[in-house]
């Protein structure tokens, strides 16, 4: 029998193979696995608590409790923690390395404890039969150590969370952290620092204002302490007092601890900027006392627009109509215009009034008058903006527009008007200017042999001799000339009344002492009574009331009453009722050389198909009149068919006047025809005796007349053929009441009683202010009613 070959050594086997250091590493991973097995079911419970609080902490709940409350679950949430804690240290064991192989041997699929062979000795060690088998088996169980692996851990929590609340508590915690959002560091803080108080420690009371500043208008703020969030503007400061307590407080603004000031009645008092979002505390004795979490809100760039585009009016003036808008209040509103093609050139700016000091939304519509600028005639670009009070500013979309520019009549003024726009696009177009001047010049009829005319064109011709010369002096003297060339001194009469009526604007934007309004108001009705004077005299019609094409008139006392009413509305403090006063009076003179200029008109096709209107539209008020009678009447009835022909004549002059209007205005009003139709179904009725449906037509057809009447009356306007400017009368001639030109009806112009009562008022205040017996506090409050006034 041959004799058994020796079995290898298995410790040679692991050596040579390298399967040492991979068991040892084999059986750490599964110590490990063993160990996340046995910790993760304990360190749970205080994760999901603590979890719990995080959530409700991002939620900015706990501090909407009070403070006791606060505190007591802050010590429960501790004391919590740390049993759930202790009872983890004090449960978990560590695996030890026969454990570790028992779960590497599991998860590898291994029978029969191989790890376990490979340590174990044979107790007989003196048998080699038995020694050799023993090898034998080793060897096999080393060879089986290749296939080691272990498996991920397996804590088993299903088993022990049947209902899921670990995953109930992680997706509180995503929902919490979202709310939470770049707050989330804040309010952890806050869920950390209960505001409590203990007794004999904290103050007696604490006062904190928040004041915002003086140009947002927004009155101080106190904070009360059930407030959970306050918003604030940008700039503000905090004023904070507190009494009583013990030790000095502090505020925490930020993270910044700054102390608070001791007074002399032993109060303590501190002021500070706010910055940023933060939150202000107050603290005292290591406590807080009050807390709150403020939020910055930066003040917005105003916001401005054009409502629609910019076009030119009457009298080659720009209507411009925008809208404007801040946060806290507007405190300039203009429009920039610049001149394209020409990038270099300095914008100009043209100021628009805002009303009631600084408001913080407003429409604004202007008309304004920049015939006399050098630009007029040429391609521009016009940008609206708006500043605060801080100087931000927004602006609005650039419309593109030519300029309005004004028609000269007199040839030899639209000469020099073109020559001065020549030299406005370049100043090259001198000796062109030059040329011209000096024709003028020597022939002084063309300027009706005035002085003033020759001198003003002789220093602009002068002006030009200099190569280097003063570009603004020449366009001025030039418009100048060809204005009093035009219209004499009524060119300088009116841009004195426009002066006038913008500096008296200005004054009620300032809101102006009532002495300055009343000085401006002088100043202003001296330029009224110049320009009428000078409007008066170029129409040949001094001393006479000046008038329109629908007779209707506007005399000197009716402008002198004007503008005393303006003078009561300044002494009694009525701004909006003046605002709108001035508005309405600067539109009368503005449409009294209109009104003179429709005299010519009288004759025309517009003026006679009006004046057909409106007798056509009396007639068949007579017609509906004797309708309405005969269908009163009881039984049957007759005569129809006599008053159906008178009805079918009207129909038929009615064609007329919508050829007349048509001629005159480029196109008859709609209703004109609507009109025709109702006549038409009128006579209808009336041809079968049908009295009461032909009232109702005939009261349509009124109805569509005086519709037809307005519409052309509104063309006439438009076209300057109306009676715009005039003061709108009651039919009996009277000067109307109620809303004025271009008054929306917002604003309320005060009757002669009620300015009248306000006077009263006033001096009854004043002659109390003036009582020395009465007391302190209420002189004060008296002077301070006066101040305004």
């Not at 983890?88 to 599991?106: K, M, Y």
Request: with cysteine; aromatic share 4%; net charge negative.
């Amino acid at each position: 029998m041959r004799p058994l070959p020796p079995p290898p050594d298995p410790d040679a086997v692991l050596a040579d193979a390298g399967l040492e250091a991979r068991l040892a590493r084999w059986l750490r991973l599964a110590r490990a696995a063993v160990l996340w097995e046995r910790l993760w079911p304990l360190v749970l419970p205080p994760l999901c608590l603590i979890g719990l609080f995080v959530a409700l902490a991002l939620f900015d709940v706990l501090p909407l409790l009070p403070g006791w409350l606060h505190a007591l679950l802050l010590a429960g949430l501790a004391g919590g923690v740390a049993f759930l804690t202790t009872r983890a240290v004090l449960r978990l064991q560590i695996p030890t390395h026969d454990q570790g192989a028992r779960r590497l041997e599991r998860d590898s699929g291994l029978d029969h404890r191989p790890l376990a062979a490979l340590a174990d000795r044979p107790v007989a060690a003196d048998d080699p039969v038995a020694d050799a088998l023993w090898q034998i088996h080793r060897s096999r169980m080393a060879a089986m150590v290749r296939r080691l692996r272990v498996a991920l851990p397996h804590p088993n929590m299903a088993a022990r969370d049947p209902w899921g609340w670990r995953a109930a508590v992680l997706l509180l915690l995503v929902i919490a952290g979202t709310v939470g959002g770049p707050d989330s560091p804040r309010r952890l803080a806050r869920a950390l620092d209960p505001a409590i108080t203990a007794p004999g420690l904290g103050p007696d009371g604490v006062e904190v204002w928040i004041t915002p500043p003086a140009y947002t208008g927004v009155a101080p703020l106190l904070l009360k302490p059930e407030q959970t969030s306050v918003a604030v503007p940008a700039g503000s400061a905090v004023l904070a007092v507190l009494s009583g307590g013990w030790g000095t407080a502090s505020l925490v603004v930020g993270g910044n601890a700054t102390p608070f000031e001791r007074q002399s009645d032993g109060s303590q008092r501190l002021e500070s900027p706010i910055q940023a979002s933060t939150q202000l505390t107050v603290r005292q004795a290591g406590l807080a006392v009050a807390s709150w979490p403020v939020t910055v809100v930066a003040d917005a760039v105003p916001s401005m627009d054009f409502t629609m585009p910019p076009e030119p009016g009457e009298r080659g003036r720009l209507r411009l109509s925008a809208t404007a808008s801040d946060d806290y209040g507007l405190a300039k509103t203009w429009v920039e215009m610049r001149r394209l093609g020409a990038p270099d050139d300095e914008p100009v700016v043209v100021d628009l009034p805002l009303s009631n000091g600084r408001p913080r939304v407003t429409d604004i519509a202007a008309w304004v008058d920049l015939t006399a600028h050098p630009w007029a005639g040429l391609p521009i670009t016009l940008q609206p903006v708006a500043e605060d009070a801080i100087g931000q500013r927004g602006s609005g979309e650039i419309h593109s527009i030519t300029l309005p520019e004004r028609n000269f009549n007199n040839p030899v003024a639209a000469a020099l008007v073109d020559q001065r726009r020549a030299l406005t696009e370049d100043r090259r177009a001198a000796p062109g200017t030059v040329g011209l001047l000096d024709r003028v010049a020597s022939e002084p009829a063309l300027f009706n042999d005035d002085l003033k005319t020759f001198l003003i064109l002789r220093a602009a011709r002068h002006a030009m001799d200099d190569q280097a010369f003063d570009l603004a002096d020449v366009q001025d003297l030039l418009w100048n000339g060809a204005l009093r060339i035009e219209e004499g001194d009524l060119a300088s009469a009116e841009k004195a009344l426009e002066e006038a009526r913008r500096a008296l604007e200005q004054a009620m934007d300032a809101n102006a002492p009532a002495a300055e309004l009343q000085r401006r108001l002088d100043q202003f009705q001296q330029a009224m009574q110049r320009y009428v004077e000078a409007l008066a005299e170029r129409m040949g019609a001094n001393n006479q009331p000046q008038s329109g094409n629908d007779g209707r008139t506007v005399s000197d006392e009716e402008l002198q009453q004007m503008v005393d009413g303006m003078r009561d509305m300044a002494e009694t403090g009525s701004r909006d009722a003046l605002r709108q006063m001035l508005q309405d009076l600067s539109q009368i003179l503005e449409g009294l050389q209109a009104g003179q200029r429709q005299q010519s008109d009288a004759n025309g096709p517009a003026s006679q198909g009006m004046q057909a209107l409106r007798e056509l539209a009396k007639r068949q008020q007579g017609m509906l009149d004797q309708t309405h009678r005969r269908a009163q009447q009881e039984g049957p009835q007759s005569g129809g068919q006599q008053a159906a022909q008178a009805q079918e004549a009207l129909r038929r002059a009615l064609g007329e006047v919508a050829r007349k209007l048509g001629e005159g205005l480029g196109e008859a009003p709609q209703a004109l025809s609507e009109a025709g139709e109702a006549m038409a179904q009128s006579a209808g009725e009336l041809g079968r005796n049908q009295w009461g449906d032909a009232a109702e037509a005939q009261s349509q057809a009124l109805q569509l007349l005086n519709q037809a009447a307005r519409e052309a009356m509104e063309q006439m306007g438009n076209s300057g053929q109306g009676s715009g400017g005039l003061i709108p009368r009651d039919p009996l001639g009277r000067p109307a009441r109620g809303t004025g030109l271009g008054d929306d009806g917002t604003t309320r112009v005060p009757d002669r009683s009620e300015v009248q009562r306000s006077r009263d008022l006033l001096d009854e205040i004043r002659r109390r202010a003036g009582e020395f017996q009465r007391p302190e506090p209420e002189r004060d409050y008296l002077h301070r009613l006066l101040k305004q006034f």
